[in-house]
């Protein structure tokens, strides 16, 4: 093995693993890409990395600069870990809508964070916009740069890898792509190469079935953290995917999978990988057992530890 750089030479090139106990039978071949083993459990060190090179390349961001970005957490800490490497300051704009864990883990590699107040804990349109309003405040501050996610199409080439390296694992067999829609970057990004590989692969987006505004729904309070930010994002583009599955946040779905991924695979992750995977059984169901569909396992599952999907109780000897 080479000695890296640095711990950005750490991001990327992930395993893709075979589900086996959680996929029915004649089924596709289920295969998972699983980015919790990015430095940071997600992969959103891959889009972090891209939009602070791009910024460094156009003059934007220059050294001991600031950084500023609204997140859930995993865009958070990535980011956090790559100014960290290179010497930038972060400032992030967050809610207590999101997980504890994301955002200790985002304050542990150095971010500063502003926590704006949400309705019952829940994730809705208006936290969206009030998070992106705040950031775009801080970023009208000197020496600062606003990466500003939802428009940055850098974001897109950092997945390209990502796609490649589905292509390169499955041995030049994908048939179906699925993938949840935060800011769509990630299904543009690793879409295009799998598509220039196979050009009729079939191309599935997942949002929560709570706020299916992608399917032409109302917005709604959902609890998929990443993923269903209450409108179309600036990066979506319609003509992209084959179909849109909206998967329920409840016990019955994306919670439910996420805890059978662990339970049942070993993997261990979180509500939008669990909606990914419940979608790539559907599509997987109906293109056959000779088919393969590839999906991703976004993050890892320590980023959830302090939510109810994975909260349990305990019971001492004494109770038993």
């Known amino acids: 093995m080479e000695i890296g750089t640095s711990v950005l030479t750490a991001i990327g090139h992930t395993p893709l693993v075979r589900l086996r106990r959680v996929v029915p039978a004649d089924c596709a071949t289920i295969l998972v890409k699983v980015e919790g083993h990015n430095p ?3 992969m959103k060190g891959r889009m972090a990395q891209a939009m602070l090179a791009a910024a460094e390349a156009g003059g934007r961001l220059r050294p001991g600069g600031t950084v500023v970005e609204y997140t859930g957490g995993s865009t958070g800490a990535a980011l956090a870990l790559v100014c960290a490497a290179s010497g930038y300051r972060l400032r992030i704009v967050s809610s207590a809508a999101f997980s504890e864990d994301k955002l200790l883990q985002m304050a542990a590699l150095g971010a500063e964070l502003t926590l704006v107040p949400s309705e019952n804990g829940r994730i809705t349109k208006q936290l969206i916009r009030e998070m992106i309003d705040t950031a775009a405040e801080f ?24 796609g490649e390296e589905i292509w390169e694992q499955s041995g030049g067999r994908v048939d179906g792509f699925v993938q949840a829609v935060g800011t769509a970057a990630s299904l543009r990004g ?25 399917s032409g729904g109302r917005p709604g309070a959902h609890l998929i953290e990443g993923i269903g930010i209450g409108y179309p994002p600036p990066m979506w583009d319609p003509n992209l995917p084959d179909e849109i599955i909206p998967v329920p946040t409840a016990d019955a779905e994306a919670e439910a999978m996420a805890r059978r991924l662990a339970t049942d695979e070993g993997l261990f992750t979180g509500t939008s990988s669990g909606a990914n995977v419940i979608a790539a059984i559907d599509l997987g169901k109906r293109l056959g057992p000779d088919a393969t569909v590839t999906t991703i396992l976004v993050d890892s599952g320590l980023k959830y530890l302090s939510t109810n999907v994975f909260r349990t109780r305990t019971h001492s000897r004494e109770q038993r």
Not at 153 to 158: E, N, P, Q
């Open 40 to 42: 940071t459990g997600s």
């Open 139 to 162: 970023g009208r501050e000197p020496d600062t740069h606003w990466t500003d996610q939802l428009t940055n199409t850098a974001s897109i080439a950092g997945y390209h890898a990502m």
């Open 190 to 214: 690793a879409t295009a190469p799998l598509r220039q590989h196979n050009p009729r692969l079939r191309v599935v987006a997942v949002e929560p079935a709570e706020s299916a505004v992608l």
